[in-house]
């Protein structure tokens, strides 16, 4: 536990986008299981929810490091 927990501070934009696309992945599985889509379209979606997953990271980073460069 507190190799994760250090892990975690040392990288917590990694965490971060694993945590968000882990969730993000078990609502997109949640909500097609009744779509009848095929296993390759399915992948597809799933890999664009990661991607999509780390641009939100990314992007709400862009905060931080603005907030960073004001304050030096």
Known sequence: MTALRNFAGRHPRLTAWVALAVGMVIILLW???DVGLLPTQLAA?????ILLAGL????IGWEDTEDGETSS
Do not use: E, R
């Open 31 to 33: 909500s097609a299981k």
């Open 45 to 49: 979606l799933v890999v664009a929810t």
């Open 56 to 59: 939100c990271v990314w992007i």
